[in-house]
């Protein structure tokens, strides 16, 4: 039986909380990246602020913080990055971008099960899907798993805690599993 999970937003799946985010409040520190490098800042000290509504919780502020160091992993190179919530403490993970794949790794909260969360790929056309494997080996907990990408929008403006973001790809993400 194969069961679907929607991913309600990328960075609340990095650190597995089961949460949905609101807009972000955006970072003004840091020069960030640019399109050809990266589709996120990537300076030392940038950050990133969500506020989580997790169903059931208090709200919860959840702080994404680029360290300035990086870490290659099974031959890509990582920039290490930081998640602070008020909630569950300060946890490291990584942001990679190369190939035309966008990628955020960590361990999971629960389990210490690392994720390797595929959340764009930027040659994929508006309406169509991507696959990648949610770990280095596929399994979730010895569970052949997948994500699944689709880009829901390309090319598009999104304003944004009054700032407004141009060329932005819009994805939505489900990760699924069979058991």
């Known amino acids: 039986m194969k069961k ?16 949905k ?9 840091g020069s960030g990246g ?16 969500y506020n989580n509504v997790i169903t059931g919780t208090a709200p919860d502020t959840l702080t994404i913080r680029v360290t300035g160091e990086t870490s290659t992993v099974n031959g890509k190179l990582y920039h290490n990055i930081t998640s602070t919530s008020k909630a569950h403490g300060s946890t490291a993970g990584l942001y990679y971008y190369g190939n035309h794949i966008a990628v955020l790794r960590a361990n999971t909260i629960v389990n ?21 494997k949610p770990t280095d080996s596929g399994l979730i907990n010895g569970i052949p798993g ?24 819009n994805t939505q993400i489900d990760l699924e599993y069979d058991y």
């Open 4 to 19: 679907q999970t929607l991913i309600l937003i990328t960075l609340a799946a990095l650190f597995t909380q089961s949460c």
């Open 146 to 169: 997948r994500l699944t990408g689709k880009v829901i929008e390309k090319g598009v403006s999104k304003t944004i805690g009054g700032h407004t973001f141009t060329d932005v790809i």
């Open 112 to 132: 210490g099960l690392t994720l390797d969360f595929q959340f764009l790929n930027d040659t994929t056309a508006v309406g169509h899907t991507w696959t990648a």
């Open 21 to 29: 985010l609101d807009a972000p409040d955006i970072a003004t520190s």
């Open 34 to 49: 640019t399109k050809s490098d990266s589709y996120m800042p990537l300076t030392s000290g940038s950050y990133w602020t």
